[in-house]
C-alpha cells in the first residue's frame, strides 16, 4: 500500500510538474486565423526593457492614434494580424508586439502579468516619448493574458484613451484554476495549489497575484472595451461575471455564448469588426470623455453596459 501511494504521489508530481513547465514554455504557432500574414508590410522596431528588449511590428497610419496591439498566452504577433487587418482600415497607427514569453530567442516564461505588464508598460512609454506621437491619443488592444495585460497596465498609464480587452481573465490565480478544470476537467484541488508552487519556484513570480478586477474598477470613467464568452471552455463563468462586476462607468460590455476563447471574432466577425472599429474610432478621434484626474480616482464597481 506505502509502495503504490508513493508511485501514485510520484506520478501526480510528474504530471503537474511537467504540465506546468509545458504551461510556462508552451508552443508559440502563427495561427493567423485564414487572413494574410503582415510581417512583409511591417517596420520591424526593438523597444527596450531594462537590458533586454521587446520585440514589435509597426504598422503606419496617417491618423493621429497609436494603437499597441498584445497576443494572448502561447501566441504572438502574428495571431494579431487578424485584427490589424480591418483596423488598418482607420488609418491608425498599429504596433504589434511579442511579450517576451512569446518569442523564439531569450525567451522568458510565461508569468500571468509580471513580465508581461513590464513589456507592455515599456513600449507604452516609449511610443509616448517619440516625437512623431507627441500629440497621439493611444489605445491597447489584447486577448486573454494580452487582455488582462492592457488593462492592468492601462490602469497605472493615464495617458491610455481607450482599451479593448478581448476574454481577459480575472485573476491570474483563477486562470490558472480554471486552465484545468475548463481545459482540462481536472479537480482545482491539488492541482492548482501545486501549479502555482511550481511556477513561483520556476520563474520567481507568483502566477496568480494579478487582480485585473481591481484594474478595470480603477480604470472609472476612462472607455473599456469588454469581449467575453460565457461558453466556459477556457475562463469559468465566475470570471466573465466577476469583471463584469467590477467594470467602471467608462466600460462596454459585449459578451457572448456560442464562441470558443478568444474566437468570438470567427463566430461573430462583422459584428466583432464593427464594434471594435467603431470604439476605437469614437474614443481616439471623438471628444475625450474623461479627465486625467478622474482617471486616477479608483471607481466603484459597476456592472458594464451591454
Known amino acids: 500500500m506505502r509502495n503504490a501511494l508513493i508511485l501514485a504521489l510520484s506520478a501526480l508530481a510528474l504530471f503537474v510538474g511537467g504540465s506546468?513547465?509545458?504551461?510556462l514554455y508552451p508552443a508559440v504557432p502563427a495561427d493567423l486565423g485564414g487572413v494574410r500574414n503582415l510581417d512583409s508590410e511591417a517596420k520591424r522596431v526593438r523597444i527596450p526593457v531594462g537590458d533586454e528588449y521587446v520585440d514589435g511590428w509597426l504598422l503606419p497610419g496617417s491618423d493621429r492614434s497609436v494603437v499597441v496591439l498584445c497576443a494572448g498566452y502561447a501566441r504572438d504577433h502574428r495571431r494579431i494580424w487578424r485584427y490589424a487587418h480591418f483596423l488598418k482600415r482607420d488609418r491608425h497607427t498599429l504596433l504589434?508586439?511579442?511579450?517576451?514569453?512569446?518569442?523564439?530567442?531569450?525567451?522568458?516564461?510565461?508569468?500571468?502579468g509580471a513580465y508581461e505588464i513590464e513589456d507592455a508598460s515599456a513600449v507604452v512609454a516609449w511610443v509616448a516619448a517619440q516625437p512623431r506621437w507627441r500629440q497621439a491619443r493611444i489605445g491597447l488592444f489584447g486577448e486573454s493574458l494580452g487582455g488582462a495585460t492592457v488593462l492592468a497596465v492601462a490602469a497605472s498609464h493615464p495617458e491610455i484613451e481607450a482599451v479593448v480587452a478581448d476574454c481577459p481573465f480575472a485573476t491570474g490565480s483563477l486562470a490558472v484554476r480554471d486552465g484545468f478544470t475548463c481545459r482540462l476537467s481536472l479537480p482545482d484541488w491539488p492541482f492548482t495549489g501545486v501549479a502555482l508552487f511550481l511556477g513561483?519556484?520556476?520563474?520567481?513570480?507568483?502566477?496568480g497575484a494579478l487582480d485585473v478586477r481591481k484594474a478595470l474598477a480603477a480604470l472609472g470613467n476612462?472607455?473599456?472595451?469588454l469581449i467575453q464568452t460565457a461558453r466556459g471552455d477556457r475562463f469559468s463563468v465566475e470570471q466573465?461575471?466577476?469583471?463584469?462586476?467590477?467594470?467602471?462607468?467608462?466600460?462596454?460590455g459585449w459578451t457572448v455564448n456560442d464562441s470558443p476563447h478568444t474566437e468570438v471574432w470567427l463566430g461573430h466577425r462583422r459584428e466583432y469588426e464593427s464594434r471594435v472599429r467603431a470604439f476605437f474610432s469614437r474614443?481616439?478621434?471623438?471628444e475625450r470623455v474623461w479627465t486625467l484626474e478622474r482617471a486616477d480616482e479608483p471607481a466603484k464597481p459597476t456592472k458594464a453596459r451591454p
Not at 96 to 112: C, E, N, W, Y
Request: glycine letters at 10%; a positive charge; hydrophobic letters at 40%.
Open 200 to 207: 513561483l519556484i520556476v520563474t520567481g513570480h507568483d502566477l
Open 20 to 23: 506546468t513547465w509545458l504551461a
Open 222 to 225: 476612462r472607455p473599456v472595451l
Open 283 to 286: 474614443h481616439l478621434r471623438g
Open 240 to 252: 466573465v461575471r466577476a469583471l463584469e462586476n467590477a467594470a467602471g462607468p467608462g466600460a462596454e
Open 96 to 112: 504589434a508586439i511579442d511579450f517576451r514569453s512569446g518569442r523564439a530567442q531569450r525567451r522568458r516564461p510565461t508569468t500571468l
